[in-house]
Each structure stands twice: as C-alpha cells, then as structure tokens.
C-alpha cells in the first residue's frame, strides 16, 4: 500500500505538458451555477478539520528513506542534481506571444513545460533526500512561477487577456498549476520559507480559486468548461478540487468546491455515449477519463470514503472503453486527435478495474507500477482498498460494438488461424476532435496496423479554427473514405453514417452503413459503404462502396498507409508495413480505374500514403469493392 502515495504525489507533481488540447469555446453568459448550499454542508461534515495532500509529507521519513532505496526512482536525485548547476530559465515571455504571432503553440509549452517540470524532480529529490540541498532552487522556481503574468496557455488567451493582465481565467494549465504548487507545499510544509508560502498561496488565491469562488457565487461568467462533456471538464475540476483539499483551509469552502465538482461532472459523463464510447479517442480517454478517476479517488480519500464518484452508475461504460476500443492487446485505432501509438493507460485500466471489480486485468493487485519518466505522470492513478471483488479476467473477445455511435471493433477467435483485426467507423462530423472520417476503418495484421488513421496533426492555431479542415490528416483526404464528384466529405452532425444494417456472428462480422449526407454534392442520390469482416482461414476484410448519381460525375475510394506499395497487376496490389503484408484486389464492375499514391505531409508523426481508387470515366452509377487479406492467405 505504501506505493500508492508516491505515485500520487507523482501524479500531481508532474501534470504533464497535453499536446492534444483543445482551444476553449467563446466564453457566453451562464446561469447561476446550481450548487446546493445543504449539499456543501453535508460534504463538509464528510471533510477533516484541516487540509492535507496526497501522499505523505517530508517528515514521515520512513515511507521517504524506504523510496530513496528503491531502484526504480533512482534516477531523480542524479536528474535534480544536474539542475543545481544550471540557471532557471526565465519565463518564455516573447514564446508566449508565438501562438498570436504566427500560430505555433509548441515553442512556448516545450520552453514552459522544462520550467515546471523542474519542480516535480526537485521536491521529490529533496523529499528523498532531506538535507535541504535542492531547497535554495526550489525557493527560486516557485518564486519565478508565481510572478509569471499568467499560467494559461497561449492557445487559450487568443486575444492576450490573461497576459496583459486585463482578465484571469482557468484553464488546463493554470488550474494544473495550481494543484501542482499546492502539492509542493503540502510535501515539504515547514522546509519551505514563509515567505514562499505566502507567495505560493497568494498565486494559487488570485489564479485559481478566486476565479472559481466567483463563478460558484454568480458573480462572474462561469468558465465554459463547467458544462461541457469533454476533457476540459473532468481535468479543469480534478486540478482545481485537488488544489483547494490540498491548501484551503476554510472547511467549508473545500465543501463548496467538491460539491460544484460533483454536480458538473455529471456533464463530463454525459460526453460518452451510453454503451461507453469516447469520441475524443483513446488519448483524450486517458487524459480526461484518467482525470476523473483521479479526481474521484481524491475526494474519495478526503471523505474518508463516503463520497465516491466512481460508485455512479454512470461511470461503468466509459470505464471499460480503454479495455473494449483496442483491436488486438497493445494496439487502437488513431480517431479523433490522437497518436497511431496512443494506448489506454494501464494504470487507469488498472484502478478502475480493481475499485469496480471489471476484471480487465489479470492478476489484480494493489501494487502499482512507478512511472519516472514523468511525460504522463497525471495518469499515474493512486490504487486504493478494493471496492468490488475481482471479475474473471475479461478477454477482448470476438468483438466491441458500441452501436450507440456506430464503432465495431472486430477480432479473430482466440488460438483461431485468422491473423487479420479491424476497426470499423460509422460515427459522424461532428464528434469532439472530429475528423471527417465517416466510414474510415483500420485493419490489423497480427498486431500491425498496415491500412490505419493516420491519427493526429501537430496542434497549431489552424487546429481549433475555421481552418482546421485544411488538413489532410484531419479532413476525408486522409482517410480511407470515398471522394464523391470531387469533394470531400463536410463537416458538422448532418454528416453521419446511418446505420441499414448489422449481422454480427462468430464467423462473420457485416455492417452497412448509408454515408451519403457526408457529402454535399446534389448529383448524389445514395451512397452505401459495406463492410464484411470474415474470420475465416487468416482473415478477410471486403470494403464495397455503391454509388448513384442523378448525372455521371467523378468518384474514387482510397487506402491509407505508412507501409509501401507494389502494384502486382492492374486489380492487384502489396502492401507491406514492418515485415506485415496485405493483399488488396480491386472489383470496379467491370469499368475501367485508376490506381495512385500520394504522400501526404503535414506536421504530424506520420506521413501516410494515400492510395486513390478512381474510376477512370465519370459515371452515373458504380461499385467499388476492395478485398483485403493477409498475404499468407491462399
């Protein structure tokens, strides 16, 4: 059990630099927040007298002795050390001012992010230590971080406000901040100056908690955040709440914050679909899923249990969507603004399955798994007392299907010959991080995706603005969806797959989608997209697009990789990524296509290769299909 305390310090310690944030809406006027004053009372009485953190202070020297000695953390002292010898570096200031200059957002957070992240290594080296020698450095740093003119990201603050100082608001990396400094101040508490204190609870005060006592009060615009049902939500309250049970000392104002966060997580919720599903994808899952059960075992500890929001009935589904959404073990399909790499935290994974006896892991127990690199330390879930008795160890199964959205997840039997996985996407253009993939899907060979989403851009000021689909990671170019008389598909909630039909069996696996409102194009009369995944021998995908016009006009389907191509014969093509290989047979119905390939470059981690199917003659009625099996297959 002991472990649990430093992987929460840890947690909160080193809030991670998001990659994948979100911009925040324009900010509108909002009724009065909804808080119950006798529910606040009642979590009061719930609440200790006086505020404490999570993990264990400085002076609880064997738990700290018994930490310095293990070999997993031995790599933060040297790293601290290292530090001592070099300068703080100052405030970003002029990359701050990036973002509204040409749109970069990277520089800044990269440049801010080393200055923050200093100060998870260095209260943790003196923790283990205890001889005051990173003392004088961590007085430094949490002076300079408290007189900066802002802790919101320049991403949120387009027109300057927060920096120039003619407004405070909260964001994901203000109110992270808050928790941040909170937890320092709990860890080491009489090691520090008074004087830093002070300061580090004035910054907190004008920063933070203010700004949200004044929301709670109705006397100012509530932050948006509070009724989305996105990430924003879940991670925004986590970090505020964690940072008032950490440092207020009024009771009851603690009270009156938990209660807010019990009320608008209720919102966070709302944002899954009722069989579970995350349209943000699995990364945003993991960062405000993962916040949420953060922010649950946290109130969950300062009430001495009797509030648990994991306990909501609510709560189940989106919890089994990290386990349910992977096509094999170790592999998800990149929707939404997410990485081709991105997985479900396994500590998340982990907690919930232990607390809500899911059974998703094997061999559950209350042992955690350290996690130094600090990159996503927020993740780093603390483990609790089990709440529910284990499950039998749940398998993947022949299939996930969350037919509320139109997502199927489809698996070969277990010790089966089939070696092909898929991901199917109904969905529609409108969802949190959207990209215009209606239809898309992934196939995996083994554990390998060879045609996949190409996952996510480098965020910049395009990203979140009425340019985003300028990209052609983000728009239907690069995805493996038709491109109907020239056009793409458009975006918004009109643009969907509706669902004809599905035939789910243990053989076969056949959903039919109508896509034909994804595109704006007044020739279009139907457009069906066909999906038939067979388990048979090593596997088989068939993709049949059908297509009708009012007029002949111009189509073509596509293929994304990263792997390369071999043209074999006019129908006939190779493609191999990582030793893995696939066969893809082209049945046009008898007309006459083209096939060619474009590398597609954006800033991002990938540059896939689209592969364009295109009838060679316009036509006023068309069948493309495409089968896909692995190469082994005869």
């Not at 230590?129 to 949120?156: M, Q, Y």
């Not at 052609?472 to 004809?500: D, E, F, I, M």
């Not at 994304?560 to 893809?584: F, H, S, Y």
């Amino acid at each position: 059990m002991k472990n649990m305390f430093v992987v929460a310090t840890v947690c909160v310690l080193g809030m991670a630099i998001q990659s994948g944030l979100a911009a925040p809406k324009p900010s509108k006027p909002a009724p009065k927040p909804a808080i119950d004053p006798a529910r606040a009372a009642e979590i009061a009485d719930m609440l200790a007298p006086a505020p404490s953190g999570l993990g264990r202070p400085i002076t609880d020297r064997a738990h700290w002795d018994a930490l310095a000695r293990d070999k997993r953390l031995d790599g933060i002292v040297p790293l601290a050390s290292r530090w001592l010898k070099e300068p703080l570096p100052p405030f970003p200031a002029e990359r701050y001012l990036d973002y509204t200059r040409d749109g970069n957002r990277t520089r800044y957070q990269r440049a801010e992010g080393d200055r923050r992240g200093r100060l998870d290594r260095l209260v943790l080296a003196e923790c283990m230590e205890n001889k005051g020698r990173f003392l004088k450095d961590i007085h430094e740093l949490i002076d300079s971080l408290c007189a900066e003119p802002t802790w919101v990201l320049p991403a949120h603050d387009g027109r300057l406000d927060n920096f120039k100082g003619k407004s405070i608001s909260i964001d994901l990396w203000s109110s992270a901040m808050a928790w941040k400094l909170a937890e320092a101040d709990y860890l080491l508490g009489p090691k520090l100056q008074d004087a830093t204190r002070r300061t580090l609870r004035s910054a907190v005060e004008r920063f933070v908690f203010e700004p949200f006592r004044q929301t709670l009060d109705g006397k100012a615009r509530a932050a948006y955040w509070l009724n989305a049902d996105h990430n924003w939500n879940a991670v925004c309250l986590a970090n505020v709440i964690g940072a008032a049970l950490t440092l207020s000392a009024d009771r009851n104002d603690r009270a009156r914050f938990v209660a807010a966060a019990e009320h608008y997580t209720l919102r966070f919720l709302s944002g899954f679909t009722p069989d579970g599903y995350c349209s943000e994808g699995v990364g945003y899952w993991n960062y405000g899923f993962g916040h949420y059960v953060l922010l649950s075992q946290t109130v969950r500890r300062a009430t001495g249990g009797k509030l648990d929001l994991l306990a909501r009935p609510q709560v189940r589904a989106p919890a089994l969507f990290g386990h349910g959404i992977q096509i094999v073990p170790g592999l998800c399909p990149a929707f939404a603004d997410c990485s081709v790499r991105s997985l479900p935290d396994a500590e998340i994974l982990r907690h919930v399955s232990l607390r809500l006896g899911l059974g998703l892991v094997e061999n559950e127990t209350d042992l955690c798994v350290y996690d130094h690199s600090l990159i996503d330390p927020a993740m780093r879930i603390p483990l609790s007392d089990r709440k529910a008795a284990s499950a039998p160890p749940a398998e993947l199964g022949l299939r996930t299907w969350f037919g509320d959205i139109g997502v199927l997840i489809g698996r070969p039997a277990k010790g089966s010959t089939c070696r092909m996985a898929v991901a199917l996407k109904g969905g529609h253009n409108a969802e949190h991080h959207n990209h215009n993939d209606v239809g898309s899907y992934v196939v995996a060979i083994d554990d390998r995706a060879v045609l996949l989403d190409p996952g996510a851009e480098e965020y910049t000021a395009r990203t979140f603005s009425s340019r985003r689909y300028e990209s052609k990671l983000l728009n239907s170019y690069g995805h493996p969806v038709p491109v109907v008389a020239g056009k793409l598909q458009t975006p918004g909630s009109k643009s969907r797959a509706n669902l004809v039909r599905h035939d789910f069996t243990d053989a076969a696996d056949t959903l039919v989608f109508d896509i034909a409102s994804a595109y704006d194009v007044k020739e279009l009369q139907s457009l069906t997209r066909t999906f038939g995944y067979a388990r048979g021998g090593s596997g088989r995908l068939t993709v049949k697009d059908e297509v009708k016009f009012s007029s002949p006009q111009a189509f073509e389907t596509a293929l994304i990789t990263r792997g390369t191509l071999k043209q074999l014969a006019p129908n006939r093509l190779r493609i191999e990524d990582e030793g893995k290989a696939l066969m893809v047979e082209i049945d046009a119905g008898g007309k006459a296509f083209t096939v060619a390939t474009d590398e597609i470059v954006e800033k991002a981690s990938v540059r896939p290769t689209r592969i364009a199917i295109t009838l060679a003659k316009p036509a006023a009625e068309a069948t493309i299909t495409v089968t896909i099996v692995p190469e082994s297959a005869k």
